[in-house]
């Protein structure tokens, strides 16, 4: 079962990211988000900045609008998880980050998903029947942990939202914004 807002808030969307996020991952979808009149919060680890990246390269850095430690899954109405190595592999072992997908994934709420971003979901224990895409490289993970790995575009299965790379980022957006019922 889907949950869905209250008439009477706005829709908000968490962005789940730490230092070394795929730049285009996070912008693309919070821009495409917000023209649709869906607010987004940066939720990360610790306060401050987080670090943004073009593949191996430093980007800019973007303000962190609440942390793990503050943020209170039911407040939102679906988690944007953008991909980057770094940023991946340091989230997929982080507790916190570990129980918010998992709190959004039990009320039904959409995870939307890009790239290397999916390994979060492996170690929170949620992908085990699900079927989704990825950067080709999570294929063996996913499969390892009980998902079935597609190489599409973009994969919709219930409330997940999932896709490989930043060339992807035009279909993911739109059918995030489909998910979050923009």
Excluded: Y
Excluded at 8 to 24: H, K, M, P, S
Excluded at 135 to 162: I, K
């Amino acid at each position: 079962m889907t949950a869905s807002p209250s008439p009477n808030r706005a829709r908000i969307v968490a962005i789940l990211v730490t230092d070394g996020f795929e730049q285009v991952e996070l912008t693309g979808p919070r821009d495409a988000l917000q023209k649709a009149g869906i607010a987004t919060q940066i939720i990360a680890p610790k306060a401050g900045q987080v670090q943004g990246f073009n593949h191996d390269e430093k980007a800019d850095t973007f303000a962190v609008d609440g942390t793990l430690d503050q943020a209170d899954p039911a407040r939102f109405d679906a988690v944007l998880l953008p991909g980057g190595v770094l940023n991946a592999d340091t989230l997929r072992t982080d507790a916190k980050a570990q129980a918010f997908v998992q709190a959004i994934d039990q009320a039904g709420k959409p995870i939307a998903v890009i790239c290397h971003g999916a390994w979060l979901l492996v170690d929170a224990g949620l992908v085990r029947g699900k079927t989704l895409t990825s950067w080709p490289s999570l294929a063996t993970d996913l499969r390892n942990a009980g998902a079935t790995w597609v190489d599409e575009t973009v994969h919709v299965e219930g409330q997940w939202v999932s896709s490989r790379k930043p060339d992807d980022i035009p279909a993911f957006n739109q059918k995030l914004l489909q998910a979050v019922g923009a």
